[in-house]
């Protein structure tokens, strides 16, 4: 039997289930090799929600994380708003593509290639955790510890704001129960949620504001689509 077969430890576990699912460093890489690509996201805007926290003020600047940043659209913003910015992604191709576009705006956002849920981080050190479109990626093992990171790397009184698919959206949102996530495989293009359940996922910490993200024109300085919820949480 092979060694690193063996389940001794909960994240022996952890392992042993993301085995099942499509690896997904491969599958992000592969997505950003063509810049060109029609796809919404690639626009360097930042989602409506989040320049809503900052105008209505319930936001303001800090030490920020942003996880599965992609090419950091949300990340410059962030550091427009005088945020201390790390943006860390699983695709080295997002990370090469938000440095290049650092560079050209000259604009102080630290890229870290890497997988969220193996970063080091130091505890109760981030003001802000800001994550659009990562979390419906998340296969449900891995829940717990998206969980155990909002709570470690939040500082008391520190916010984490979401956007991530409604059950049964347009640009997808699966409705599947977490089990037929391992028994069917997959997470079917990620995983659709509904309020009551975000609620009850990030119940721990304080909602501050849910809502569907606002659908926004082509030629709009912000992005928005429908479909998805948008949210607001504090430690
Ligand atoms: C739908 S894209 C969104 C990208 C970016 N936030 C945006 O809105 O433009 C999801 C991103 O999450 C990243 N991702 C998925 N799982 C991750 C993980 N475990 N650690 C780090 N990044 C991850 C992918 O590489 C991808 O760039």
């Known amino acids: 039997m092979h060694n690193s077969e063996e389940i001794h430890t909960h994240s022996d576990v952890l392992k042993m289930l993301d085995s ?8 992000w890489n592969e997505f950003y090799t063509n810049r060109e690509k029609k796809i919404p996201f690639f626009a360097n805007i930042p989602d409506e929600n989040l320049v809503s926290y900052f105008e209505k003020g319930l936001l303001k ?3 920020t994380l942003e996880l599965g940043s992609g090419p950091g659209r949300n990340a410059f913003y962030l550091a427009q708003k005088d945020c201390e910015v790390d943006a860390v992604d699983l695709s080295e191709e997002a990370i090469q593509w938000g440095k290049e576009r650092a560079a050209e705006a000259k604009l102080p956002v630290n890229f870290i290639h890497g997988d969220i849920f193996e970063m080091n981080i130091e505890e109760n050190s981030y003001d ?10 998340i296969a449900p093992h891995r829940r717990m510890s998206y969980l155990d990171l909002l709570h470690k790397a939040l500082k008391p009184g520190g916010h984490f704001a979401l956007t991530c698919f409604a059950a049964g959206g347009q640009y997808g949102g ?22 009551e359940r975000l609620k009850k996922i990030f119940s721990d910490f304080q909602l501050i504001e849910m809502r ?15 479909d998805m919820w948008t949210a607001l949480f504090q430690k």
């Open 20 to 27: 099942l699912l499509r690896e997904p460093a491969p599958f």
């Open 61 to 63: 600047h800090g030490k």
């Open 128 to 137: 802000l955790i800001y994550d659009s479109g990562c979390f419906h990626h």
């Open 174 to 195: 699966s409705e599947i129960s977490d089990w037929e996530v391992y028994r069917s495989r997959s997470l079917k293009g990620g995983l659709g949620y509904t309020e």
């Open 212 to 226: 569907k993200m606002e659908p926004m024109a082509e030629c709009s300085p912000t992005f928005g689509i429908q």
